[in-house]
């Protein structure tokens, strides 16, 4: 006795929605990915008459002096004694780094002192002081 073949079962995955998946799985993450911002402590920078922009962003760590001396280095809060170690380590890490100081106009010189004397510390002499033009 033979028995009769069956309907035969198709095993292959269909491709043609593929590009339609792939076209939506990249609107969605181009949507949903935030990129990433310092946005440091709330500072006002004092006015200059000529600035220079930096050459590139990727040997650069922004160091933030509020007018309270409260200072922050890449969205963190250190104390003034805790420079030298961060700055070091950053500058072993990537000894091209430079460092962009954005000091509040009304923060008294004698804390951009002591942060000055923790960067030699760390051997950070790369510095680059941070301000607005002034359009007047």
Known sequence: MRFKKKTKISSEIS?????????????????TTVLREYSGLQVTLPKAQRIEKLEGKR?????????????????KLYAMDNV?????????????????????????????????????KADALKLNYSAKLDMD
Request: charged fraction near 25%; avoid cysteine; proline fraction near 3%.
């Open 15 to 31: 491709t043609a929605s593929m590009p339609d998946i792939i076209f939506m799985l990249l609107v969605f993450f181009m949507v």
């Open 84 to 120: 030298r170690n961060v700055m070091y380590d950053k500058r072993a890490a990537n000894p091209r780094v430079t460092v962009s100081l954005k000091a509040d106009q009304a923060v008294k010189m004698e804390k951009i002192s002591d942060l000055h004397i923790e960067l030699r």
């Open 59 to 75: 040997d650069v760590a922004h160091i933030w002096i509020s007018k309270d001396g409260i200072v922050s280095i890449e969205d």
